[in-house]
């Protein structure tokens, strides 16, 4: 990957948080996937990993994961259901456990 792309997607070239190979990664093996092309900021909270675009979780697209590859196919799943229009989406899990749909 670019350093430029890195820079983008807040992670450093050197590798010192040890995002840079995984990212690298998923990347070559999904080159079309959302967060191949837009590039969110990647962070790791405890021990889970937060893939977001946007400015705040509440604001932005975000993929959560106890991996980094689980983050960014959350993030790359919930970027995709966001381009659909609202009749297309699925029903929040709340509303399919109470049968509601």
Known sequence: ???RALDRAGLQMDGANGFVEGMEQYFADHPRSPSAVRHPKVSKQGDTFIVL???DLQHGI???GKTLENA???FDSQYLSMLRPPEARPAPA???VRGRT
Do not use: F, S, T
């Open 1 to 3: 990957m670019k350093r």
């Open 53 to 55: 675009l946007g400015r």
């Open 62 to 64: 975000v993929g959560l």
């Open 72 to 74: 960014l196919r959350a």
């Open 94 to 96: 709340e509303a399919r």
